[in-house]
Protein backbone atom coordinates (compact mmCIF):
# COMPACT_ATOMS: atom_id res chain seq x y z
CA UNK A 1 0.00 0.00 0.00
CA UNK A 2 1.19 3.36 -1.20
CA UNK A 3 1.16 6.08 1.62
CA UNK A 4 -0.55 8.92 0.12
CA UNK A 5 0.97 11.96 2.41
CA UNK A 6 5.09 10.14 0.85
CA UNK A 7 3.25 10.88 -2.69
CA UNK A 8 2.28 14.35 -2.09
CA UNK A 9 5.34 15.33 -0.03
CA UNK A 10 7.76 13.99 -3.24
CA UNK A 11 5.30 16.24 -5.45
CA UNK A 12 5.59 19.26 -3.10
CA UNK A 13 9.59 18.61 -3.48
CA UNK A 14 9.81 18.34 -6.83
CA UNK A 15 7.41 21.41 -7.39
CA UNK A 16 9.87 23.94 -5.17
CA UNK A 17 12.96 22.55 -6.78
CA UNK A 18 10.89 23.38 -10.12
CA UNK A 19 10.54 26.59 -8.96
CA UNK A 20 13.75 27.30 -7.92
CA UNK A 21 15.89 29.22 -10.59
CA UNK A 22 19.60 28.67 -11.06
CA UNK A 23 21.30 32.12 -10.20
CA UNK A 24 23.82 31.23 -12.97
CA UNK A 25 21.05 31.06 -15.48
CA UNK A 26 19.83 34.23 -14.36
CA UNK A 27 23.43 35.79 -14.96
CA UNK A 28 23.85 34.71 -18.47
CA UNK A 29 19.99 35.57 -19.16
CA UNK A 30 20.34 38.59 -18.47
CA UNK A 31 23.38 39.50 -19.65
CA UNK A 32 22.01 41.12 -22.83
CA UNK A 33 18.84 43.06 -21.56
CA UNK A 34 21.60 44.67 -18.86
CA UNK A 35 23.96 45.45 -22.20
CA UNK A 36 21.14 46.76 -24.31
CA UNK A 37 20.06 49.05 -20.89
CA UNK A 38 23.18 50.54 -20.79
CA UNK A 39 23.36 51.31 -24.38
CA UNK A 40 20.29 52.94 -24.19
CA UNK A 41 21.49 55.13 -21.40
CA UNK A 42 24.45 55.98 -23.02
CA UNK A 43 22.58 57.03 -26.37
CA UNK A 44 20.24 59.05 -24.19
CA UNK A 45 23.24 60.80 -21.93
CA UNK A 46 25.07 61.68 -25.49
CA UNK A 47 21.78 62.68 -26.72
CA UNK A 48 21.15 65.28 -24.01
CA UNK A 49 24.76 66.45 -23.50
CA UNK A 50 24.69 67.08 -27.36
CA UNK A 51 21.41 69.48 -26.76
CA UNK A 52 23.16 71.23 -24.39
CA UNK A 53 25.87 71.97 -25.70
CA UNK A 54 24.24 73.21 -28.71
CA UNK A 55 21.98 75.04 -26.87
CA UNK A 56 24.78 76.59 -24.77
CA UNK A 57 26.49 77.78 -27.50
CA UNK A 58 23.25 79.39 -29.25
CA UNK A 59 22.91 81.19 -25.97
CA UNK A 60 26.79 82.49 -26.33
CA UNK A 61 26.24 82.83 -30.44
CA UNK A 62 22.87 83.13 -31.34
CA UNK A 63 23.59 84.62 -34.27
CA UNK A 64 25.65 81.44 -36.73
CA UNK A 65 23.38 81.13 -39.57
CA UNK A 66 22.99 85.55 -40.62
CA UNK A 67 21.04 86.05 -43.63
CA UNK A 68 20.82 89.47 -45.27
CA UNK A 69 17.12 90.77 -45.81
CA UNK A 70 16.41 91.90 -49.54
CA UNK A 71 16.74 95.31 -48.31
CA UNK A 72 20.31 94.76 -47.30
CA UNK A 73 19.90 95.03 -43.82
CA UNK A 74 21.36 92.13 -41.10
CA UNK A 75 19.34 91.41 -37.87
CA UNK A 76 21.16 90.15 -34.76
CA UNK A 77 20.12 89.15 -31.81
CA UNK A 78 21.69 90.21 -28.40
CA UNK A 79 23.09 87.09 -26.34
CA UNK A 80 22.52 86.02 -22.97
CA UNK A 81 25.36 87.96 -21.65
CA UNK A 82 24.27 91.40 -23.30
CA UNK A 83 26.26 91.77 -26.37
CA UNK A 84 26.01 91.28 -30.20
CA UNK A 85 28.59 88.29 -31.21
CA UNK A 86 27.73 86.56 -34.89
CA UNK A 87 29.45 84.73 -37.45
CA UNK A 88 31.56 86.71 -40.26
CA UNK A 89 34.12 86.11 -42.46
CA UNK A 90 37.87 88.06 -42.60
CA UNK A 91 39.55 87.50 -45.79
CA UNK A 92 37.26 85.08 -46.58
CA UNK A 93 37.90 83.05 -43.42
CA UNK A 94 35.24 81.98 -40.98
CA UNK A 95 35.71 83.96 -37.73
CA UNK A 96 33.42 84.63 -34.55
CA UNK A 97 32.69 88.60 -34.07
CA UNK A 98 31.69 90.58 -31.56
CA UNK A 99 30.39 93.82 -32.72
CA UNK A 100 32.29 96.55 -30.27
CA UNK A 101 30.94 100.63 -30.43
CA UNK A 102 33.71 100.99 -27.63
CA UNK A 103 36.87 100.43 -30.24
CA UNK A 104 37.50 102.73 -33.04
CA UNK A 105 39.56 99.91 -34.83
CA UNK A 106 38.50 96.13 -36.33
CA UNK A 107 41.17 94.13 -33.49
CA UNK A 108 42.10 90.77 -33.83
CA UNK A 109 44.86 88.32 -31.94
CA UNK A 110 48.21 87.94 -32.90
CA UNK A 111 47.82 84.19 -33.48
CA UNK A 112 44.67 84.84 -35.45
CA UNK A 113 46.55 87.15 -37.91
CA UNK A 114 49.15 85.12 -38.40
CA UNK A 115 46.55 81.84 -39.53
CA UNK A 116 45.37 84.62 -41.58
CA UNK A 117 48.89 85.37 -43.29
CA UNK A 118 48.40 88.98 -42.77
CA UNK A 119 51.25 91.42 -43.37
CA UNK A 120 52.79 92.87 -40.49
CA UNK A 121 52.09 97.23 -40.79
CA UNK A 122 53.95 99.92 -37.68
CA UNK A 123 54.32 98.83 -34.45
CA UNK A 124 51.70 100.84 -31.64
CA UNK A 125 51.09 101.08 -28.34
CA UNK A 126 47.47 100.08 -27.17
CA UNK A 127 45.81 101.15 -24.00
CA UNK A 128 43.96 98.21 -22.54
CA UNK A 129 42.16 98.11 -19.00
CA UNK A 130 45.37 95.91 -18.14
CA UNK A 131 47.84 98.35 -19.11
CA UNK A 132 49.40 99.93 -21.96
CA UNK A 133 50.47 96.64 -24.55
CA UNK A 134 52.45 96.38 -27.85
CA UNK A 135 50.60 95.97 -31.32
CA UNK A 136 50.52 96.52 -34.80
CA UNK A 137 48.25 97.55 -37.66
CA UNK A 138 47.31 95.96 -40.84
CA UNK A 139 45.39 95.88 -43.81
CA UNK A 140 42.18 93.09 -44.02
CA UNK A 141 41.38 92.63 -47.95
CA UNK A 142 37.66 92.00 -46.59
CA UNK A 143 35.25 92.01 -43.74
CA UNK A 144 32.10 90.54 -44.08
CA UNK A 145 29.09 90.32 -41.26
CA UNK A 146 26.26 87.78 -43.93
CA UNK A 147 25.44 90.37 -46.98
CA UNK A 148 27.94 93.74 -45.23
CA UNK A 149 31.07 93.15 -47.24
CA UNK A 150 33.59 96.09 -46.49
CA UNK A 151 37.00 96.21 -48.62
CA UNK A 152 40.23 97.10 -47.73
CA UNK A 153 39.70 97.39 -44.11
CA UNK A 154 42.43 98.84 -41.06
CA UNK A 155 42.82 96.65 -37.92
CA UNK A 156 44.57 96.45 -34.73
CA UNK A 157 46.68 93.29 -33.77
CA UNK A 158 47.49 92.73 -30.13
CA UNK A 159 48.49 89.65 -28.30
CA UNK A 160 45.85 90.75 -25.36
CA UNK A 161 42.65 89.72 -28.04
CA UNK A 162 40.99 86.14 -27.95
CA UNK A 163 42.65 84.01 -29.91
CA UNK A 164 38.96 82.87 -31.80
CA UNK A 165 37.01 86.52 -31.18
CA UNK A 166 37.02 89.14 -33.80
CA UNK A 167 36.58 92.64 -32.08
CA UNK A 168 34.18 94.59 -34.95
CA UNK A 169 34.91 98.08 -34.16
CA UNK A 170 34.00 101.59 -35.32
CA UNK A 171 35.74 101.75 -38.80
CA UNK A 172 33.41 98.92 -40.17
CA UNK A 173 30.40 100.03 -38.01
CA UNK A 174 30.11 103.74 -38.86
CA UNK A 175 29.68 103.06 -42.33
CA UNK A 176 25.82 101.43 -41.08
CA UNK A 177 23.23 102.60 -39.66
CA UNK A 178 22.53 101.02 -36.56
CA UNK A 179 19.12 100.73 -34.67
CA UNK A 180 18.24 99.20 -31.61
CA UNK A 181 15.25 97.19 -30.64
CA UNK A 182 14.63 95.38 -27.91
CA UNK A 183 17.35 92.46 -28.00
CA UNK A 184 17.93 93.10 -31.42
CA UNK A 185 20.30 95.06 -33.18
CA UNK A 186 19.60 96.14 -37.42
CA UNK A 187 22.23 97.15 -39.29
CA UNK A 188 21.80 98.47 -42.73
CA UNK A 189 24.33 100.17 -45.01
CA UNK A 190 23.51 104.15 -45.26
CA UNK A 191 22.05 105.31 -48.01
CA UNK A 192 24.18 106.29 -50.87
CA UNK A 193 27.14 106.04 -48.33
CA UNK A 194 29.87 103.72 -50.38
CA UNK A 195 31.40 101.01 -48.56
CA UNK A 196 34.69 101.42 -49.32
CA UNK A 197 37.36 103.42 -47.77
CA UNK A 198 38.01 106.96 -49.12
CA UNK A 199 41.61 105.85 -49.31
CA UNK A 200 44.27 102.70 -49.17
CA UNK A 201 46.41 103.39 -46.21
CA UNK A 202 46.76 102.56 -42.87
CA UNK A 203 44.99 104.33 -40.19
CA UNK A 204 46.94 106.95 -37.81
CA UNK A 205 47.87 105.31 -34.45
CA UNK A 206 50.25 105.99 -31.72
CA UNK A 207 53.77 104.87 -32.99
CA UNK A 208 55.88 103.12 -30.56
CA UNK A 209 58.62 104.49 -32.16
Avoid: C
Avoid at 26 to 32: L, Y
Avoid at 140 to 157: C, E, F, P
Avoid at 169 to 183: S, T, V
Amino acid sequence: MIDERGVKSAESDDNFRSAIVDPRSVIRGSGGGAGMLLVGWLIIIGIVFWMFHGWSEHQANPNRALVSAPTGEVVLQRNRAGQYVADGEVNGERVTFLLDTGATQVALSTRLARELGLKRGPSVTLQTAAGPTRGYMVRLDSVQLAGIKMRDVGALVSDGLEPGLVLLGMNFLKRLEMIQRGDQLILKPMPHHSLQPPASRLPEAASEG
